[in-house]
């Protein structure tokens, strides 16, 4: 397979938390699989009006699915048997007219090569009606072979920048994002910095994806995302990330971490809006988009106790491992008390103030 396209230099990525305690990521990423349940039905409307099984079935006898940033599980074999379901489906109906056969499916689990695949792997759902690959390797490169894949999903996942923007890292830029890890609540000059990079990675993404994929090959996206054209602090989200940075900025005020620490660790994460996928599409024109939609927020019970403990634990289970990396583990525990002490204090916030919710965008393969 050729990697000379692949980002080989990339910083050392982030990582969920791995395993099953009552840190990791397979425990608390329940946000990702309620949001499944509401794309759910878009995923089926799209495959049943616009998959088109004839051409797939003349080009291969079997179908290859590939999920990009399937963490440890389990969300990624409910979102597996959510679109074979609906291809099955598919194929079903069609099947009375023109005598196709059901295809085998392979599934292809991509991940960063450091993630917790044992887990994902150990923990397979019986019965499953698919074979299984892990492909290692970041999805801002190529992960496969020309014309092989004929269905990609990634959920929560395209947020993540392939790294921190340089700009908002160096203390001569007027991009330097002092005192913060993130750009929700930061200047214009740092948004603009998170925004571009995100640009690069998805137009990254797409065309890759537009050579790996054969023509009429579906891509089904969900990522965190904002409404067209809102400001920065509005980003649903974005608080959990902005309490975050400021219960680092309470440790170093009390000198048991350095500013310079907090101030050299940003989180690579963007929240896009639907505007800024759709531009990426545009650019890269190998995709037709069949649905586009922001759906509502789902993180909305700001006042229910169970839910801000869920963010706290959730948002722990994301970021622990790159926090442990930059700052050590003597902090952890404090810093994550802070934390969940924040969100309780932010917790009558209105709702209706952050324009957040999850995008979701299925795109045809021309
Ligand atoms: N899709 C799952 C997991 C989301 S967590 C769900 O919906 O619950 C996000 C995952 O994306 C993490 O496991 C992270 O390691 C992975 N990820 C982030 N950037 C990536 C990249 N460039 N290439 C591959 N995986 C990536």
Redesign the pocket.
């Known amino acids: 397979m050729s990697s000379n396209n692949n980002k080989t230099s990339s910083p050392e990525?982030?990582?969920?938390n791995s395993g099953n305690g009552t840190y990791s990521?397979s425990r608390n990423?329940r946000f990702?699989?309620e949001a499944?349940v509401i794309i759910k039905m878009m995923i089926d409307e799209a495959i049943a009006e616009k998959l088109d099984i004839q051409s797939l079935s003349s080009i291969s006898k079997s179908l290859r699915i590939a999920?990009?940033?399937?963490?440890?599980g389990p969300?990624?074999f409910l979102?597996m048997q959510t679109l074979i379901e609906a291809i099955e489906n598919k194929y079903e109906a069609e099947c009375l007219k023109h005598g196709y056969r059901l295809p085998e499916f392979q599934v292809f689990f991509?991940?960063?090569a450091a993630?917790d695949f044992n887990t994902l792997f150990s923990s397979l759902p019986p019965g499953k009606s698919y074979f299984v690959a892990g492909v290692p390797?970041?999805?801002?490169g190529r992960l496969f072979p020309e014309s092989f894949l004929h269905i990609v999903y990634?959920?929560?996942?395209l947020q993540?920048l392939?790294q921190v923007p340089e700009k908002v890292l160096d203390k001569d830029s007027p991009a330097w994002n002092k005192g913060r890890i993130f750009y929700t609540s930061a200047s214009d000059e740092v948004a603009n910095a998170y925004a571009a990079q995100f640009a690069e990675d998805m137009d990254n993404f797409l065309k890759f994806r537009a050579v790996e994929m054969a023509s009429g090959g579906m891509i089904f996206l969900?990522v965190p995302g904002v409404a067209d054209d809102c400001h920065p602090s509005q980003s649903g989200g974005g608080w959990l990330y902005d309490a975050l940075g400021s219960s680092l900025m309470d440790l170093a005020n009390k000198g048991l971490i350095s500013e310079a620490q907090v101030d050299s660790f940003n989180l690579p994460v963007y929240f896009a809006s639907l505007k800024e996928i759709i531009s990426s599409v545009e650019r890269n024109g190998c995709f037709s988009i069949v649905r586009a939609k922001l759906t509502d927020a789902i993180l909305g019970n700001y006042d229910d106790p169970v839910n801000i403990q869920a963010y706290a634990l959730h948002i722990r289970a994301?970021v622990e491992g790159s926090i442990v990396k930059h700052f050590g583990s003597e902090i952890i525990d404090d810093l994550f008390d802070r934390f969940f002490q924040k969100l309780t204090q932010v917790a009558n916030l209105d709702p209706l103030s952050y324009k957040g919710g999850q995008i979701f965008v299925a795109l045809k393969r021309k």
Do not use: E, I, K
Not at 154 to 157: C, E, I, M, Q, V
């Open positions: 990525p982030f990582l969920m990521y990423s990702q699989r499944l999920d990009l940033g399937c963490s440890v969300n990624t979102a991509n991940d960063h993630n390797g970041s999805f801002h990634s959920s929560f996942a993540w392939s969900m994301v």
